[in-house]
């Protein structure tokens, strides 16, 4: 996608050095970090530098050949994974991308870092490719919504950040609204806030007014209204885990949304490429959940009205906070999967680990 009319990746290499863009200084501030070390890795990863399941499995994956680069071997192999599979429990992509690298590091008696750069290469273009694919099959679904209104305004609705800031480009949820607006399909995203981080504010909003799509930030908990008023006509979220039965994991908030467009006759789509999807387990209770620190909740950060970053304390210091990261929605409320292998029900998705083979 384009920032300013430059195409960018959310990461690349320049030789054996990783770039990446640094989320957490967006909308404000356009700001290319270089990782050089595992330790780098890690840390774009754990504070949320890098984020959303695609592009967390593509930068491990580059964290692997960083730490080979000093080490060659299979002990620095295993140790730079035990590493970086600690760095976030939730989004599957991660512990896909670290045993992907490992079984074809190991496949031949030697390690060699040459190998490492193009396995995780061959990552960063399978992304894109698979996200392609979700687009175009996701386009042809909004386009059928477009001619049943005559044409008229498709309006979505959107929670979190899913778009090619969470993977390596194009994203998941957005990636059909892309595809759509290129295609000449009048187009508008609702566009969730995303407490307690904002990704859908600071990130998807970002994302879209640069691609030139119309959109419109909202409050969570205004979803449910715009649905009983008929303002939404379907709902598209990404997904950091996906499990055997359809239950899906997603940023806290993602069930709210399903129950209300349940209740209001609302399609719920679920963009889902095929790395993200663990038929290892069977259940979403099942699904480790991320608790992050209270203080994401406790203070708002943001810039003044002259552009010098701030941070504000919303409640006393007394306060009991809770930071659960995602909640599951169960695969009764959801319409279909967008994924790679083309727009399925959740007892198709078995489809997706035969991709994965």
């Avoid at 967006?26 to 990863?45: K, M, Q, R």
């Avoid at 069930?255 to 963009?271: G, M, S």
């Avoid at 663990?278 to 608790?291: A, S």
Wanted: net charge neutral; proline share 4%; charged share 20%.
């Amino acid at each position: 996608m384009k920032v300013n009319s430059i195409p960018y990746r959310s990461i690349w290499r320049d030789d054996q050095t990783i770039k990446i863009i640094d989320q957490t200084r967006l909308p404000h501030e356009f700001s290319i970090v270089s990782l050089g070390s595992v330790n780098d890795t890690y840390h774009a990863i754990h504070s949320m530098q890098v984020r959303g399941a695609p592009l967390i499995g593509a930068t491990a994956a580059y964290g692997i050949c960083l730490a080979l680069k000093h080490q060659c071997d299979e002990a620095s192999l295993n140790s730079a994974i035990d590493y970086l599979s600690s760095a976030r429990p939730t989004a599957i992509n991660l512990q896909w991308a670290l045993k992907r690298m490992h079984n074809r590091l190991t496949a031949n008696k030697k390690i060699y870092l040459t190998a490492a750069f193009q396995e995780a290469d061959t990552i960063c273009n399978e992304d894109i490719s698979q996200n392609k694919k979700i687009g175009k099959f996701g386009y042809s679904y909004l386009k059928h919504i477009s001619q049943k209104k005559s044409g008229n305004t498709v309006n979505v609705l959107t929670h979190c950040n899913a778009g090619w800031l969470a993977t390596v480009d194009w994203g998941t949820a957005l990636a059909p609204i892309y595809y759509a607006f290129n295609e000449g399909i009048d187009i508008h995203v609702w566009v969730d806030e995303t407490r307690p981080r904002n990704q859908g504010a600071a990130l998807t909003a970002w994302e879209l007014q640069n691609h030139g799509v119309p959109c419109t930030v909202i409050v969570d908990n205004a979803g449910g209204h715009l649905m009983q008023n008929k303002l939404v006509d379907v709902c598209i979220v990404g997904t950091d885990r996906t499990v055997a039965n359809g239950d899906v994991c997603n940023k806290i908030g993602t069930y709210l949304k399903a129950l209300a467009a349940h209740d209001n006759n609302i399609p719920f789509l679920v963009a889902l490429p095929s790395s993200t999807y663990d038929n290892n387990l069977q259940h979403g209770r099942d699904v480790p959940i991320e608790n992050r620190d209270p203080h994401e909740v406790s203070n708002i950060r943001g810039v003044t009205t002259d552009n010098t970053w701030s941070e504000t304390r919303i409640v006393t210091n007394k306060t009991q906070i809770a930071n659960p990261a995602f909640d599951i929605t169960p695969a009764k409320l959801i319409t279909n999967y967008i994924t790679d292998n083309g727009i399925l029900k959740s007892d198709q998705l078995f489809r997706l680990s035969q991709v994965q083979e």
